[in-house]
């Protein structure tokens, strides 16, 4: 027992001594700047009215209580993330049952699949920029043709439609993201699970409910939790598509951060909202690795 015992911790002290490199470098990338963040956003610091930043406690928390523009694009942000995940996820699920399947050509289908994923958000937001264009657009031109509409919507100007616009790109571009890591899990089930189960009688639907559900809860988890990380911290697709626009309509936190920093020089209070962004994702992770363990406590075992 005692040489057991004595493995067992040579075996840690040589995997911690692996792991401190890159726990060095994790400390580097992102300790350092949220620590900085943290403590910048207790001063006053605003490069268009003062130099020296000034101690203010938390002022600029406790400032984002009244600031409307604030509730305004959490608002926004909350509702972007929920509607663009929940269809990313029930579109994802749908393509990986295909692409799950044997068929001819599945290799290369697969491929072509990802490509979305694959490409610079930069570049599919221009895309979708022209796309929605309210002259010259393919989408208007083929809604007339379908005589759907009577004339052009503005899909961009418009504050009901704009945000419509902006999840229709994301949700085109990062469909396939989820629906890879969902496929992966569909890959670890046994197929002898589905053919002992209709040989019982059971229905297609039935064995998704019974069985697929079931033992990709794990996976289904974690695609919406990477997806809920980057549709929250969403930027560059509305950046380029509207630039928060019209009138606030789809601005984001992460916008609004961006235009406290870097146009009106308020690096204090950029700061807060910096760290309250973070504060609402580590809680998120935090839930779902609780979720996530509790599941795979749960799931009933693939063997």
Not at 42 to 54: A, D, E, R, W
Not at 263 to 269: A, I, K, P, V
Request: aromatic share 10%.
């Amino acid at each position: 027992m005692l040489k057991l015992n004595t493995l067992q911790s040579r075996e840690q002290r040589t995997g911690w001594l692996l792991i401190a490199p890159a726990l060095c470098l994790m400390l580097v990338v992102f300790a350092y700047p949220i620590g900085r963040a943290l403590w910048l956003s207790l001063f006053t610091k605003n490069l268009g009215t003062n130099l020296q930043p000034v101690f203010a406690g938390l002022s600029n928390y406790g400032r984002m209580t009244g600031d409307g523009r604030f509730w305004q694009c959490l608002g926004n942000t909350t509702l972007f993330t929920s509607i663009a995940v929940t269809l990313e996820l029930i579109l994802g699920m749908a393509v990986a049952l295909v692409l799950n399947q044997g068929f001819r050509g599945r290799g290369l289908t697969r491929t072509i699949a990802i490509l979305p994923w694959a490409l610079p958000t930069s570049l599919i937001a221009l895309a979708w920029t022209w796309i929605f264009n309210d002259q010259y657009g393919v989408l208007n031109d083929l809604l007339l043709r379908l005589h759907l509409v009577e004339s052009p919507l503005n899909w961009l100007g418009d504050p009901n439609l704009a945000m419509i616009a902006i999840i229709a790109a994301d949700v085109w571009k990062t469909t396939s993201f989820v629906a890879i890591l969902l496929l992966a899990g569909l890959q670890s089930i046994p197929a002898d699970l589905y053919e002992a189960h209709a040989m019982d009688g059971a229905t297609s639907w039935q064995s998704f409910r019974q069985i697929t559900l079931p033992l990709l809860l794990p996976q289904i988890l974690i695609a919406i939790l990477f997806r809920f990380a980057q549709s929250f911290g969403v930027f560059d697709l509305i950046k380029v598509m509207t630039e928060g626009g019209p009138a606030g309509a789809t601005e984001t936190v992460s916008l609004y951060i961006y235009a406290t920093i870097m146009r009106y020089l308020d690096f204090g209070y950029g700061a807060a909202l910096v760290m309250v962004t973070f504060l609402v994702l580590a809680i998120a992770v935090a839930l779902a690795q609780l979720l996530l363990a509790k599941m795979r406590s749960q799931a009933p075992s693939a063997e």
